[in-house]
């Protein structure tokens, strides 16, 4: 009798001791799954950024808010004009809101420097209805100027085609790009994520 008791109260706490052993683990088991299921999800979303409206974008930073202050060098102006694209109509249709092209006085500088070839540029650039902005540096390189005024103020879109400026601007949080594509122009929203 002793011994059936002893074997009956071995068994239980057996039993006990593996529930006890195999609920974490179960436990354990659900949640990563679970974990594994949102990772899962995370990714669906972080793969579906690009196929949200490009206008979303402007939603992480709350400097920025229409009408849109854009910062146009040389060679988006040229670009403009080679693909005959109205400069306001198009920025507009790009932005679906309004917009204020903004010309600094080292790009009028770069146009005028540039000679004949760009004449039909520099009319666009000095049709009275931009904002202009006095320029303080020495100089006409326009690109050093266009990126130390993106890097102290968030409330900017550059607009260029330059390969160089756009990698440079690419690397300032919450500066979106404006470029010209085939009869249009794009915005780009930045890679690295945007300052709130
Ligand atoms: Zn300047």
Redesign the pocket.
């Known amino acids: 009798m002793t011994l059936d008791c002893t074997y009956m109260e071995n068994t239980i706490i057996g039993t006990c001791n593996q529930l006890a052993y195999n609920y974490p683990r179960k436990k354990n088991q659900d949640k990563g799954e679970v974990e594994a299921k949102k990772k899962a999800k995370g990714n669906e979303i972080v793969r579906e950024i690009p196929q949200v409206s490009s206008s979303l974008f402007f939603q992480y930073n709350t400097a920025l808010t229409p009408p849109y202050s854009v910062l146009v060098d040389t060679n988006f102006l040229s670009h403009t004009v080679q693909s005959k694209l109205e400069l306001l109509t198009t920025m507009m249709d790009c932005l679906y809101s309004k917009c204020s092209p903004i010309i600094?006085?080292?790009?009028m500088?770069e146009l005028e420097k540039l000679g004949p070839k760009y004449r039909i540029a520099l009319r666009i650039a000095r049709d009275e209805r931009w904002e202009r902005?006095?320029?303080?540096?020495k100089g006409?390189?326009?690109d050093?100027?266009?990126v130390?005024?993106v890097m102290k103020h968030k409330i900017y879109i550059v607009a260029t085609n330059d390969r160089d400026l756009k990698r440079r601007i690419r690397k300032i949080p919450g500066v979106p790009i404006m470029s010209v594509a085939r009869g249009k122009y794009l915005i780009e929203r930045l890679p690295d994520a945007p300052e709130k």
């Open positions: 600094t006085d080292c790009v500088a902005l006095k320029c303080q540096h006409v390189y326009a050093d100027c266009l130390d005024r």
